[in-house]
């Protein structure tokens, strides 16, 4: 009798695999969504070495003494720093960037290629310092350009060195030596106006309610802590850069809390705007909050205060005229109130509504806030406006959120 052989393939589930992979999507989508916005980085650079000089001799047929023929070694790769526009922090960049070095020489007078260069993308605003802490660069418009490290020069080949007395020389150089420096980049925003205020002040509130940027919003303190930037458009095709910065608390001189992380980021600003909780929802004095903000400009850099001010009495929604009065007598500065909040839910309502239809609430317009932003840069700065012609409605504004990053 004969018996049959029967052979059976078991076949794995794909379902683990499946599952595996989703996991590992899921975990890389989420890392990516989590990158932190990062405005401090230590990066070293390396160019590329040069290559060698070649030392041969033709090989000709019926010619025995065809004289040196080697070629001189290709150039190192540079390392360049170049400022564009699309990046708006510097967690794209590598610690370690290294340029290709040069091929060296061949024969029959070859010259060896050329190691390809690096170019490192930097945002509008970066500071480029050595390891002493001195200013090297200011990237303030994009498409400058700085060169890190150069590339080694190339050797020469023994083809070089012939001579009438000297007719097969068998000297060469060597390429010039790779240079690595360690730089230091800091990023400082360049908007034109920076809010400044403790907390649940209601800043990304008012960025929301004047521009199209999208900032998170929520009912407790430190809600923001990327800055944002957004633009505030006008009729007249006039643009101005507003800067969200994170909420300030008492002694951020001192790096407490965010500290001098986010406080360089108002450096550059050419207005300072003060968010006051007018209602004092934080149980806080809504005038003793303008002098401790100012108190805290003035310990971390005191021309800060020279700078062209304005306060905005936010939640007056919520606060009474009084406490808007006791602001007025406190500063010799302009104030105006206003309710963000409110001209939020009305803009959300009415996306599709004419602008002016719902910028007023209770007396309160926020159009007098653009309105008074722009005529502070514009008498007390000298500040032209750049006028942006727009091809459509699509197109008036954008915005950034680090957080994506």
Do not use: W
Not at 186 to 198: M, N, W
Not at 280 to 307: H, I, S, Y
Not at 363 to 373: F, L, M, P, R
């Amino acid at each position: 009798m004969i018996g049959k052989l029967v052979f059976v393939f078991k076949v794995p589930s794909l379902l683990p695999c499946c599952r595996f992979l989703g996991v590992a999507n899921a975990y890389n989508l989420a890392a990516k969504n989590n990158r932190r916005f990062i405005d401090y980085k230590r990066i070293v650079v390396r160019s590329g070495k040069g290559g060698d000089g070649r030392c041969s001799f033709a090989s000709i047929k019926y010619k025995e003494f065809a004289g040196p023929d080697g070629g001189d070694g290709g150039k190192g790769g540079d390392v360049i720093l170049r400022c564009e526009s699309h990046h708006h922090d510097l967690s794209h960049l590598k610690t370690l960037n290294f340029a290709e070095a040069g091929a060296p020489g061949g024969s029959s007078f070859r010259k060896g290629a050329a190691g390809k260069s690096v170019v490192i993308p930097l945002p509008i605003g970066t500071l480029l310092m050595n390891e002493n802490s001195e200013i090297l660069f200011d990237f303030t418009e994009a498409g400058q350009e700085y060169c890190g490290a150069l590339g080694g020069l190339g050797g020469f080949g023994n083809t070089c060195f012939k001579s009438a007395t000297n007719q097969a020389p068998r000297s060469i150089t060597l390429g010039q030596p790779a240079v690595e420096h360690v730089y230091f980049l800091e990023l400082k925003s360049l908007a034109d106006v920076g809010l400044v205020g403790f907390p649940n002040a209601g800043k990304s509130s008012l960025l929301t309610a004047v521009s199209c940027a999208h900032p998170k919003i929520a009912p407790y303190p430190f809600t923001t802590l990327n800055p944002h930037i957004g633009v505030i458009d006008y009729s007249d095709h006039y643009r101005i850069l507003m800067a969200d910065i994170p909420g300030l608390i008492r002694g951020a001189h001192e790096d407490v809390g965010l500290g001098h992380k986010f406080l360089r980021h108002i450096e550059r600003c050419k207005m300072i705007v003060y968010i006051i909780d007018a209602a004092g929802v934080d149980c806080r004095n809504p005038a003793d909050d303008l002098k401790d903000l100012q108190t805290e400009l003035r310990l971390f850099k005191p021309e800060m205060l020279e700078k062209p001010s304005l306060v905005i009495a936010n939640k007056m929604d919520l606060a009474s005229t009084k406490n808007l009065e006791s602001i007025k007598s406190s500063t010799s500065l302009d104030v105006i109130g206003a309710s963000a909040k409110c001209a939020c839910q009305i803009k959300r309502s009415t996306m599709n509504a004419p602008q002016k239809s719902y910028q007023s609430f209770a007396g309160y317009e926020i159009s007098h806030v653009t309105n008074a932003i722009r005529m502070t840069l514009e008498k007390k700065c000298n500040y032209t406006l750049n006028r942006q012609l727009r091809a459509n409605r699509n197109m008036t504004s954008f915005d950034i959120d680090y957080t994506k990053f």
